[in-house]
């Protein structure tokens, strides 16, 4: 990538803004959705117990497949996380929710997936997933900065079977994510490389996105981590990924269709 075509992509990722018709402008909700981003760095002060009250509140009344609330939060603060974990939050937040479908309650009062494991876990991650979106909306609004963690110290899907271990999990709950919370050590942080409603959106029968779109994008992304990180970029994060992708599948096939992990 030349210079050129570099500083250009860092142009245009830094151009990019919500779509927001001036009818709606003043309507802090509106704001609070469309201008949350990721926070990475957060600043050394604590949030309050009732802020952090909250947050759970919002994720607790999220809706569910069925009012089924097929979820449990874990809850930290930076003691109870290093006690447990024995390492600091990342990205030196201050308070962490671990995210985890729970079907346990479900099965207790009504088994009704006894045969469909697939089924039964995706409830569990479509409702948790839902209930973490509400918590990092609700820390928004109050100006508590969050970013979802699947994999970043350990505390998602991709280390299901530490966690099992670590939090003696029974079986019927199934570590997703971390959501880390703080208040954000920087203001203003560039939206990462969003496609256009026209690429992802479609009316009747599928629509493919345009090739070109697509390559776009990837290219935008490798110039956003180039400029965040002379010692990362995007194709080492995916390569990562990959790497870690074949232990996390045998985890997932345990705990998801119970089939024994291959050494
Ligand atoms: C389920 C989930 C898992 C994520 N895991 C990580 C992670 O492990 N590390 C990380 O830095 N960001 C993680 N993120 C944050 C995404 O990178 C981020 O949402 C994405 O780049 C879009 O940026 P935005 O949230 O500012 O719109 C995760 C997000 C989601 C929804």
Known sequence: MGLFSFIKK???????????PAAFGENPL??????????????DADIKDEEIALILEAGRLAPSTV????????VFNRKTWKDTFGRAIPYGAMRAVMVLGDVTRMKRAADVFPDAPVVEYTVGVINASLAAMNMTIMAEALGIGSVMLSDTG?????ST???RETLELPHGVYPLMTVVFGYPGRQNIPMPPKFKIDDIAF????K????????DWFSLMEAGYRASSLFSSFGAKL????????????????IVLGEKPKK
Not at 30 to 43: A, C, D, E, W, Y
């Open 10 to 20: 860092l142009r245009h990722i830094l151009a990019q803004r919500p779509n927001i």
């Open 30 to 43: 509106v704001s609070t959705i469309l201008n949350r981003r990721s926070v990475r760095k957060f600043l």
């Open 67 to 74: 009012n089924m609330q097929t979820w449990s939060f874990g």
């Open 154 to 158: 350990k505390t998602g899907f991709f």
């Open 161 to 163: 079977a530490y966690l």
């Open 203 to 206: 009316c009747g029968t599928y």
């Open 208 to 215: 493919d996105t345009e090739g070109a779109r697509i390559r």
């Open 239 to 254: 390569n990562y990924y990959k790497s870690n992708l074949n232990r996390a599948e045998r985890e997932l096939r345990d």
